[in-house]
């Protein structure tokens, strides 16, 4: 796994980005696909829009895919990196090329000449987490890729280095998005964008926070979509902005109009470590297949889960970016969906036809 194809560290790398840390030069560059220049964290440009910038961990790579230097911030040119940032970069290196190798502080200090409190230290000073962390980030990045391949659940799991399912369990617990305690008070604090489009579906409501989408879903009236939204984030800054948004609902409508590609964007949603590991799995479901519930329950590990795993999908909020219209009921019925059977039939309508 490349950090490029990672999206763990893009929060890390947006705030950095944002402050202007120049700690981080050297360590990552972004890019801005509106202008077609990347640049280094400390470039005092004017700051882009978030659905306008990707990351890379190495020039290089902005390179190939397109990007010039910026003439600000100079990138291509010889940079003094943070003192530390190539032992970050080395310790990272190594968690992504042997994620089932022992990990430890212990491990990992004696494997690159270090004292395991100077490596705890320095990573989390410069990155903002430790490196334990991180493991597990990289693992369950792993096990998603996996799931997307169409490996099992057990395959996934064991290529990624876990040594259980509640490994699994533990470690993806402590990555769910917008925090629960956030969540349940109505997102208190935090400016959520939003846009209403028409799709081939109906209006389609986008909604996100400056980590990712967190909000996907079909509705019949723009008042109708905004008073739900209003009622799930009551305590949130609402902004309608389409053009912020213009990026993520373009892949939507895309998808929607015949695109086979599965839209790909950066999630910030609240959930359990159940309702995350069906939810993976449902992104692995090929277009033009469905799945039973009871299908998905077994796939997971959890056999006895079907109801679960009903209840998992009915209480996705991102509509199309977790396809959960791709599962089904045991005798082919269409089953639930929470945002109307006549769309769930059309989706998958769409979806089985020839392209």
């Not at 993976?280 to 590990?301: C, D, F, N």
């Amino acid at each position: 796994m490349t950090a490029e194809e990672s999206t763990f560290w893009e929060t890390s790398f947006w705030e950095a980005m944002m402050g202007r840390d120049s700690r981080m030069d050297g360590f990552f560059f972004y890019a801005v696909v509106s202008t077609g220049v990347y640049c280094r964290p400390s470039c005092p440009s004017r700051r882009p829009r978030r659905a306008n910038v990707v990351f890379f961990r190495e020039r290089d790579a902005a390179e190939r895919a397109g990007f010039r230097p910026c003439l600000r911030c100079k990138p291509d040119a010889p940079m003094g990196a943070h003192p530390h940032a190539e032992l970050v970069s080395r310790v990272c290196r190594y968690i992504e090329s042997n994620p089932d190798a022992p990990l430890t502080l212990g491990a990992l200090g004696r494997r690159l000449g270090v004292s395991p409190f100077h490596l705890q230290r320095t990573f989390k000073s410069l990155t903002g987490i430790t490196p334990r962390a991180y493991v597990d980030a990289c693992r369950l990045e792993i096990m998603k890729s996996g799931l997307r391949r169409g490996d099992s659940v057990t395959r996934a799991m064991v290529d990624a280095g876990y040594s259980s399912s509640s490994r699994l369990y533990e470690s993806s617990a402590s990555q769910l998005g917008m925090a629960p305690r956030q969540y349940r008070n109505g997102a208190s604090g935090v400016v959520i964008r939003y846009a209403v489009v028409e799709s081939a579906l109906g209006k389609l409501l986008v909604a996100g926070t400056e980590k990712g989408v967190c909000a996907i879903r079909f509705g019949e009236t723009r008042a109708a979509l905004e008073k739900t939204l209003r009622g799930e984030f009551a305590q949130a800054r609402l902004e309608y902005d389409p053009p912020a948004l213009e990026a993520w609902t373009k892949r939507l409508r895309d998808h929607l109009a015949g695109n086979p590609a599965q839209p790909d964007l950066p999630l910030d949603i609240q959930a359990t470590a159940f309702q995350r590991l069906v939810w993976e799995h449902l992104r692995s479901i090929p277009r033009g297949e469905t799945e039973s519930y009871s299908e998905v329950a077994r796939l997971v590990g959890r056999p006895k889960a079907a109801r679960a795993v009903a209840r998992a999908c009915a209480s996705n909020p991102v509509a199309l970016a977790i396809p959960c219209h791709r599962v089904v009921r045991e005798d082919g019925g269409p089953g639930g969906y929470r945002w109307g059977l006549t769309r769930k039939q059309r989706l998958i309508e769409m979806e089985t036809q020839p392209q």
